[in-house]
């Protein structure tokens, strides 16, 4: 399996965020990457991994996707932040706009740093520093190449079953909507490469979320689309705590197209399991030609910030069923912080797969 990487992804790195009201070390850090990539290699040999640096295939494919004024604002926004006397750790809104907000407009007030921050985020957990914007964009050149790969290699013979491209990428990009940035993510890394192959294509996509917390942005973005369809299994009522619901199904050509699952706190390897059984037959009968995975490792018992129940040992079974849809399979990192366990995870869900 190839793994695509870029050092520049370790450029993001806050010192905080705040999370239930309190100050605390930054969760999504550079050491995520370099732990499973460490892992991985140790395993390169007796599981044919192969790594590769990305190639940068420039902003087209990210502008498909997002509006071109919130990507110009992650591209000037803490240079502007700090020569308007904003604190060089990095920028965090201290205003949002509101729909009950008298003055609620979408481009109303948002002239200077501190208003900009707020209009184009949604939380605290996105804090932008001087190099956020070198870290995404590197991330989601990590998923464009991986994608470019997997098309390339789903055309030649493989016997082991389908093939599968492993973006090994930070900051993760299922919470990013075409014009905010919230729950660490900036970019939607699993957005732009499901348009990107549909584009090169013309064929159709899935794509598999299973990260513990629901992927309102891609959601968002595809929801008014038959392709992709759009599949989540998480864990619910948690963050981003307005989204995920059974009744999200989508709208108009989209209507059906969108799959939610929420799961309770409760959720052990069995229940897990059963879930993705059932959502996985859904997948099959969409008859997709692609399947995109937003792969989260979150789910994990120990996770710092999630609820599930869950055991390393799961992961392998989890891979196991991924492939069992049967199609070319790009994984892209999503969550999972939980640094003692996070390399093992997601080498086993890899392993699965490989198996």
């Known amino acids: 399996m190839k793994v695509i990487y870029s050092e520049e992804c370790a450029k993001h790195a806050p010192k905080y965020e705040i999370l239930s009201g309190n100050l605390v070390d930054y969760f999504e ?7 499973i990539k460490s892992h991985l290699q140790s395993f390169s040999s007796s599981h044919n991994y192969t790594f590769h640096e990305s190639t940068d295939y420039g902003i087209d494919a990210i502008l498909a996707v997002h509006d071109s004024d919130f990507v110009q604002y992650l591209k000037t926004a803490y240079d502007e932040w700090c020569q308007e006397g904003g604190d ?47 870290a995404a964009y590197a991330s989601a050149q990590v998923t464009i190449s991986a994608a470019k790969a997997l098309m390339e290699d789903c055309s030649l013979p493989n016997e082991n079953g389908p093939i599968g491209v492993f973006a090994l990428c930070r900051p993760p990009g299922h919470h990013a909507t075409n014009n905010l940035c919230g729950g660490y993510c900036f970019l939607n890394n699993v957005a732009i490469v499901a348009r990107l ?78 879930a993705l059984r059932s959502v996985i037959q859904k997948i099959i009968a969409y008859e997709a030609d692609f399947l ?34 049967g199609k070319p399979t790009l994984f892209v990192l999503e969550g999972g912080y939980h640094l003692e366990t996070i390399g093992i995870n997601v080498g086993n869900i890899l392993e699965g797969f490989n198996s």
Not at 228 to 256: N, R
Not at 299 to 324: L, Q, R, W
Request: hydrophobic share 35%.
């Open 292 to 325: 995109v995975v937003s792969l989260g490792v979150d789910t994990f018992m120990h996770d710092p910030i999630a609820g599930f129940n869950m055991t390393s040992g799961v992961y392998i079974e989890i891979g196991k069923h991924i492939k069992s849809i």
């Open 29 to 35: 850090s550079p050491v995520r990457i370099e732990i």
């Open 88 to 134: 060089k750790n990095g920028i965090l809104p201290e205003a949002f706009p509101h729909k009950n907000m008298p003055s609620f407009g979408r481009n109303s007030g948002a002239a200077t740093a501190i208003a900009k921050a707020g209009h184009y985020c949604y939380d605290l957990s996105c804090c932008i520093m001087g190099g956020t914007w070198l």
């Open 197 to 274: 192959i549909i584009s090169a294509t013309s064929k159709k996509v899935a794509i598999l979320d299973i990260d513990y917390h629901h992927g309102n942005g891609t959601q968002a973005i595809f929801y008014s689309t038959s392709n992709p369809i759009y599949v989540s299994l998480h864990g619910h009522p948690d963050y981003p705590w307005f989204s995920g619901h059974a009744s999200e199904t989508g709208e108009g050509e989209g209507e059906g197209y969108t799959v939610n699952v929420p799961l309770t706190t409760e959720t052990d390897d069995k229940k897990y399991l059963e």
